[in-house]
Each structure stands twice: as structure tokens, then as C-alpha cells.
């Protein structure tokens, strides 16, 4: 929901709702409910379009976006200029998420973007596609003998 008197502001929170869970994606944490990013503990000021793109990336990691989706995860109409406006807005995000955060916003070529996993996430996908009989915890590597 948008603010009153600005509709590109996020509206007023509300005093009895309760806050979101935080969304964390390697490096990246987000915490929706108060519009902020941390990459490796630090704050990173971005723009509630670019906000609004991470939050929908990072709550599905390893998915690749088109633009028109994200356009429509935004609401926006999914036109040709809409999708080179996305482009645009993951461009300027990936600078202001620097070195850690931007590689992590990797781009598929013809494709769109994604949000890359971070290792213990692609570890719990490797281990709940395992066959059931195989041991669910890697043994240590004996080393040479």
C-alpha cells in the first residue's frame, strides 16, 4: 500500500502489525518491514523500486526474472520501455550493492536476472534431492594414507 500523499512511499506502518521475517540471500539480508538492506552487516541505501525488485528476487534465490515479471511483481505494466526500465534499476542496484552484494545479483543472458543462492542454501537443495538412502551428512575427507 502506498502512502497518502506519496505514491512512490511506502505507507505509514501500522502499530499493531506484526514485522516480516527477515530475507536472507548469501550476504544480503533484508528486512521488509523496515525497508532496509545489509550486506555483510552493512546498510545499503536503495530506492523503493530497487527495494521492492530485491525483496521479490531474494524470496525465491536461484529463480531467474524476466523483466516483465518483475514488472508485474511491481505492478507495473509489463511493456518493452517498462523491461528496459527494469534492466536499468537492477544495473544501478547491482553498483549500490557494491562488490559482495552484486555478485550476487547475476544475470542470465537473454534470459533476465537472479538472485544466486548461498552455499548452505544450494547445500539444503543438494541434500533434499539426494536419494533417500544416501547419508544426508558429507563424511570427512580422509586425506592421503
Known sequence: M???????????PDANAQEEPAIDAGSIRILPSRY????DAQRVELTLTQFRILSIMARRP???FTPEQIARGLEREG???EASAMRNHIYMMRRKLGRAGGKQLETVRGVGNRVTPSATDSDATQTRSSHPNTPTTKSPDPGPE
Open 62 to 64: 536461484g529463480w531467474v
Open 36 to 39: 532496509e538492506v545489509f550486506i
Open 79 to 81: 511493456s518493452e520501455g
Open 2 to 12: 502506498a502512502h497518502p500523499l506519496d505514491p512512490d512511499r511506502p505507507a505509514p
